[in-house]
Structures are given as structure tokens and as C-alpha cells.
């Protein structure tokens, strides 16, 4: 790895697109902005190498996908979860990519390229992002037309017309205005861990399953959701309880084995 | 981040015309000579040409619209002669447009609902009578029925013209505290 | 007081173009030919013909000013070459542009709609919550009740403030998404 002798970063995170200039032949300036999502960090990276999408240089692309990943950590970014589940997939393809060709041989049915359905991703997505270039270039121009100013019928209304989130967000600040009187007036009584342990057992084997986002909803105080959070780590390690996620990004359910 | 110094182009009187007449169309009240002459950065004299051209267009237009001197600066307006149709018009826009007040009450009876004036007044802190006026007369609220308690207080819900005009097809689509905290995090 | 019963002239073209003018004018938002056909009690037909000719007649001018169709309706708008000149009078600068993220999003609502959050998720590859919540501030995205799904998700659709935003006629207007394909290779 040699190159990371002359790599020289330099991080500008308020430019919205990134790119990398050679400003001497042994002196590369990555700079690296603000990426929409790993799918756009990944195609950056393949445009970077010059590679053909349907034929990614699986190893090459996974060892700078996860130097960034890494750049990004040591400079104390955070890092949205959606990075690292990338970062696990590239794992995995390029660990099948190495696997030897006569298992594949073996296999009745040609085995499939274990990079297609990333590389199918790839393409949707990049559609969509080539859609959004176009919407901000329509914005633009649609911000150098201005429509008329106040008359006399526009009746000067300090009314909104409002929509369903409207109604929401007034009802959680009228919720929360609320709140806050009741939390002056009584100091909250804080609850144990042991307390908290022994509602959220008699809660999952009362019910058998439990969702753990409307569990921690219930919660008042940010001191009585470290509680929760650390009872249902207690019930995990200690009793048979498992904790459960049936779609990749779907609801975590705490269950009795 | 290159500030370049540009060599501006003299306007043609046309031009000038066209930006008056954007910029008359834009203000929220009549603009002055002297102020179009400050963003046109030309003088007096050009400006009260080019104002006299455009007013001369409009009159011999004979459209919709006319260019008035009114208080002082000059302003677009329509044609009085088309008043009765413009009066139509605007009795025919819906006014979906509600206050703060009827808005924080209305969010309270579509969440809480049945609910009676006291309990809205509970949650929401203030009176909240004249917003319930309001929400009855845009029929977006409905009576139903009194409560069995104390005084027998009559209960409000949300009706079905609520639905419509917030394009729901029932209750079970208002958004939940959940869906919202799903976007806030 | 006195309901007069007024036998009313047949208006000519040239007074019907120039009532459009005037509603166009007054109306705060794109107005549709269905509800100037409704005022002006006249079929659609000459309602469109007397905007058609209206529109020729701004495009001759070429004055400050143009008709547009946009989100569904007509509207008088300036043109786009004197905004310079508009922003200085009005003392705005342009608005805040939108994030990468949010323009993204954006684009998976207008393409994808109705949509639910998992499906944006989905292909952005990266969860979009914030990005919605900006776009439903700004109104450009609204609910569109949920999908008959486990967990009956919230959808979400484009607003008639993205249209008018992004200068857009309708959806249709839109370049369709498998042109962009084309672009990618």
C-alpha cells in the first residue's frame, strides 16, 4: 500500500459533490463531501477507478470503500449505520468472488455473479440520482420567476393552510407545552433498573413477544430509556429472550425462546 | 468566488420598460419613481419616460389589467369594469386556511376525539370557544353527543368533510405519534 | 336589496380575455381553466381559445412579464431574465437550496409516488427520515395515506407546491425516468 505515503487528504465538507484533484503527479487531494448515501460513495469510488459498473473491480472498490469508511471514523464523523451495511454486503461479494471456480462447476445451474444485484442497485439508483440533478437544475431556474406581490383582495391573512403533518406537529407541541407544566409540578419518581427488569420479564412472558420501539416509546425520561435499554440488554444475556429482526431494516421484537 | 467587475451593458429603453413593469408587478405596494430609479440605477427622467410609455401600452391594451398612480407610486391593478366577475372568483376559492388557534384545537378533537370544551381547554391551556365557532362553520368538526358527566358537556369529533379536505379516507390514516417519531430522530 | 334579473349581454372574445387577464391577476395561485370557465360561465373551449390568444399576446410583448401553465392552472409570473434586477428591489437572496439528500428523496417521491419510507430506503440505500421531514416543511411531498402492508406504512406523494416550485405543468411533464438510463452509460 504504497500509495499511502503520497495520498495527502484534505477534507472540505461543505462542497456537495466530491472529487479528486492530482495537483502534481505523486500528490492526490481527495476531497470528500458530503455523500448522499453509500450508494453514492460507491459509485464515486468506481467512477474514481475508471471501472466498468458491470464488471467492478470488487477487491480494488471494498478496499477504498472501507478506507474512507475508516478515514471518516478517525476524523470522528458519524457514520450513518447505512455505511457499514455496505460495507458488510462488499465484504460478502468479495468474499464469494474468491471462492475457487469449481464449486460453481459443481452446481447444476450457472451460478449467478454474486455482484448482480448490487450492480442492479447501482443502476436504480443512479437513475434517481441523475433525476435529482435535473430537479435542482428545474429549481434553479424556477427561482428567477417571481409571481406578483400582495393586493387588496389577497385579504392579508396570517392563516396556513394546513396539512395532516400540520396537525401533527401543532398537536405534539401542545402535547409537549403540556408536558412540561406536569414535569414541574411533580418530580418524576426514577425507576430501577431491578423494577424496570422485572416489568419488561412480566411484559414478554405475559405476551411472548415485544416490540422494542414501542417498548422505549413508553419511556418519559431520557434516564428511564438508559433504564430500558439496559434491562432489555440484561434480559438478552441472562434469560431466553432473544432479540429478533425479520427484514433487514424492519422492527426489532424481543421474544421468549 | 471569482468577483468578476462587469462592464454593464446600457439598457435600452425597452428593457427598461420590461423591468418596470416586472418590478411594479412584483412590489406589495405602489413603487415610487425614486426607487425605481435607485434598482434601475438610471434617472429620474429615463424612469418618468419609461413609466409614461408603459402606462400609454397598457391603456391602449385596453386588457384586463391597468398601471395607476396611487399614493404617490404606481401599481398594477385590474380594470374596474370586471369587478363582478372578480367577486365571483373569490367567493368561489376554498378557504382551507385556518388560524393557529383553530388549527391547535382542530388537532386536538381529530387526536382526542370524542372531546369536550373542557378537556380541549385542558390540553391546549387557552379558551378555545371561538375555534370551535370556526371549525363548525368550515364543518370541519361536528357535535357528538354529550358526555355523561358532570354539567353533560357536548362532545366533538371531527367530521366528514374533516376527511375530505385533509384527503384522508379515514381516521386510521392520520398520521400517528409513530410515523412522526420515525421522521424526527 | 333589488335582485334584478339581468338579461346579459353575449360577451365578445376580447372581453372575455381580457376578465381571464384580470382573474389570473387576482388569483393568488395557478388558476384552472375549469374555474375560470365556471366564472365566466363559458365552455371550455373559449375559455382555452381566449387563453391561448392571451399567451400569444404576452410572448409578442416580450414585456417584463409572461403566462404561464403551471401546477394544473395559469399564472402571470415575471420573466426569468430580469431577476437580478427583481432581487435587488425586493432585498431577497435565493432560497435555501435543498440538500443532496433531500433533492434525492425528492426524486424517489416524484418518480415512486405513492411511496413509503422503507421503499425510499430501499433505493437510496440510506434511511431518508430527515430528509422527509424536510420536504414535508416545505411542502413539497404530503401524505398519501398508508399502504395496506404489515405496519400500514405512510405513503408519500409530490404537492401542488412542487409543481409550482419546480415550474412543472403536471407529473407527466416530467422527463420519464427510464430517459435517465440512457444518460447513465
Given at each position: 500500500m504504497e500509495q499511502h505515503q503520497t495520498e495527502q487528504l484534505t477534507f472540505d465538507f461543505f462542497t456537495e459533490t466530491p472529487h479528486i484533484t492530482a495537483e502534481s503527479r505523486d500528490e492526490i487531494k481527495l476531497e470528500l463531501g458530503k455523500f448522499a448515501g453509500p450508494l453514492d460513495l460507491l459509485l464515486y469510488l468506481i467512477k474514481q477507478e475508471k471501472a466498468n459498473i458491470f464488471d467492478i473491480p470488487i477487491a480494488k472498490i471494498t478496499d477504498e470503500y472501507l478506507k474512507y469508511i475508516r478515514l471518516m471514523k478517525k476524523l470522528d464523523i458519524s457514520l450513518a449505520g447505512d455505511f457499514l451495511v455496505m460495507a458488510a454486503t462488499l465484504i460478502e461479494i468479495k468474499s464469494k468472488m474468491l471462492l475457487p471456480r469449481e464449486i460453481f462447476e459443481e452446481a447444476e445451474e450457472e451460478m449467478e455473479d454474486p455482484r448482480k444485484e448490487l450492480v442492479d442497485r447501482l443502476l436504480e439508483y443512479e437513475k434517481f440520482k441523475s433525476a435529482a440533478q435535473m430537479l435542482y437544475e428545474r429549481s434553479t431556474v424556477e427561482q428567477a420567476v417571481f409571481r406578483r406581490g400582495k393586493i387588496e383582495t389577497d385579504e392579508n391573512n396570517t392563516e396556513?393552510?394546513?396539512?395532516?403533518?400540520?396537525?401533527?406537529?401543532?398537536?405534539?407541541?401542545?402535547?409537549?407545552?403540556?408536558?412540561?407544566?406536569?414535569?414541574?409540578?411533580?418530580?418524576?419518581?426514577?425507576?430501577?433498573?431491578?423494577?424496570?427488569?422485572?416489568?419488561?420479564?412480566?411484559?414478554?412472558?405475559?405476551?411472548?413477544?415485544?416490540?422494542?420501539?414501542?417498548?422505549?416509546?413508553?419511556?418519559?425520561?431520557?434516564?428511564?430509556?438508559?433504564t430500558a435499554f439496559m434491562a432489555v440488554l440484561e434480559i438478552v444475556r441472562t434469560e431466553s429472550v432473544k432479540l429478533l429482526q425479520n427484514t433487514t431494516f424492519g422492527e426489532i421484537v424481543l421474544r421468549k425462546v | 468566488m471569482t468577483e468578476e467587475i462587469e462592464e454593464k451593458q446600457p439598457r435600452n429603453i425597452s428593457e427598461i420598460i420590461s423591468i418596470i413593469e416586472a418590478l411594479i408587478f412584483v412590489a406589495d405596494e405602489p413603487i415610487t419613481i425614486k426607487s425605481l430609479a435607485e434598482v434601475l440605477e438610471e434617472d429620474r427622467e429615463t424612469i418618468e419616460a419609461a413609466i409614461e410609455e408603459l402606462r400609454g401600452e397598457y391603456e391602449q391594451r385596453a386588457g384586463g389589467l391597468q398601471l395607476r398612480e396611487i399614493a404617490g407610486g404606481w401599481q398594477l391593478s385590474t380594470r374596474t369594469e370586471y369587478h363582478e366577475e372578480i367577486r365571483a372568483f373569490l367567493k368561489t376559492r376554498p378557504s382551507a386556511k385556518l388560524s393557529l388557534a383553530a388549527l391547535e384545537t382542530l388537532s386536538v378533537i381529530a387526536y382526542k376525539q370524542p372531546v369536550t370544551v373542557p378537556e380541549i381547554l385542558e390540553i391546549r391551556g387557552v379558551q378555545s370557544a371561538s375555534a370551535i365557532k370556526t371549525l363548525l362553520d368550515k364543518r370541519l368538526i361536528v357535535a357528538r353527543g354529550r358526555k355523561e358527566t358532570v354539567g353533560r358537556p357536548m362532545q366533538y369529533g371531527t367530521s366528514k368533510d374533516f376527511l375530505i379536505q385533509f384527503g384522508l379516507k379515514d381516521l386510521s390514516e392520520l398520521p400517528s405519534i409513530e410515523d412522526f417519531e420515525d421522521l424526527i430522530q
Open positions: 396556513t393552510s394546513a396539512t395532516v403533518f400540520d396537525l401533527l406537529t401543532v398537536f405534539q407541541k401542545i402535547l409537549s407545552r403540556h408536558k412540561e407544566e406536569i414535569q414541574m409540578e411533580i418530580e418524576r419518581e426514577e425507576v430501577s433498573l431491578a423494577d424496570m427488569l422485572k416489568s419488561l420479564r412480566k411484559r414478554i412472558y405475559e405476551t411472548k413477544e415485544l416490540n422494542l420501539l414501542a417498548f422505549f416509546g413508553e419511556m418519559h425520561t431520557r434516564r428511564e430509556l438508559v | -
